[in-house]
């Protein structure tokens, strides 16, 4: 299975969720497996609700970007 890295923004430091379960925290390059994710935050008031992310082909210069506001 291939690790691949994933990013997600947003203005404050909130838990994120991938498929609802704990991956990390926004703001930070995450390591995670090679798929489909439904991206959410912890906690709420934030836009989008969820973001369907292929997370494939990334490397630590160039990971998959999800951004909230």
């Given at each position: 299975m291939?690790?691949?890295?994933?990013?997600?923004?947003?203005?404050?430091?909130?838990?994120?969720?991938?498929?609802?379960?704990?991956?990390?925290?926004?703001?930070?390059v995450?390591?995670?497996?090679?798929?489909?994710?439904?991206?959410?935050?912890?906690?709420?008031s934030?836009?989008?609700?969820?973001?369907?992310?292929?997370?494939?082909?990334?490397?630590?210069?160039?990971?998959?970007?999800?951004?909230?506001?």
């Amino acid at each position: 299975m291939s690790m691949e890295f994933l990013l997600v923004t947003f203005k404050e430091s909130r838990t994120v969720l991938a498929d609802g379960d704990p991956v990390g925290v926004t703001n930070r390059v995450l390591l995670i497996p090679a798929n489909e994710y439904d991206i959410t935050l912890s906690g709420d008031s934030y836009a989008p609700q969820k973001q369907t992310i292929t997370v494939m082909g990334t490397s630590i210069m160039r990971p998959a970007v999800a951004a909230f506001t």
